[in-house]
């Protein structure tokens, strides 16, 4: 598998669970030892990301387009995108972010998540 579809498949399970409101389904996505910075402090492991989007408003989405991967080692993928969280009381806000997945066995989950809004 392509780096961009591991990359696809991973996102798009953190998007259908982001999109759901279901934070305990997000953090699943992530590594235990995970490093996550969102909009606010960072935070490191899934009971951090799990409050992370506990967090945030009911009706939140996220679209992300990739813009970059590369595949650093066999069971390390690096990925830059932008993504757009839409939400039902205000405009949308676009960011970039950053993530490096790990293969843990057979599956791919989120070691470092990072976020950036650039002008």
Not at 35 to 47: D, T
Not at 76 to 88: A, C, I, N, R, S
């Amino acid at each position: 598998m392509s780096e961009a579809q591991i990359l696809r498949t991973v996102l798009d399970r953190w998007k259908s669970a982001v999109d759901a409101h279901e934070p305990d389904r997000v953090a699943s996505y992530f590594t235990e030892d995970a490093i996550f910075q969102g909009l606010r402090p960072y935070a490191v492991g899934r009971v951090g990301v799990a409050a992370y989007y506990a967090g945030q408003p009911l009706g939140l989405t996220a679209a992300y387009e990739i813009r970059e991967t590369r595949r650093l080692a066999d069971d390390l993928v690096l990925g830059y995108l932008e993504v757009e969280f839409g939400f039902t009381d205000r405009p949308p806000l676009t960011v970039h972010l950053g993530v490096l997945l790990r293969r843990i066995g057979d599956d791919w989950l989120i070691s470092h998540y990072q976020v950036s809004q650039l002008n």
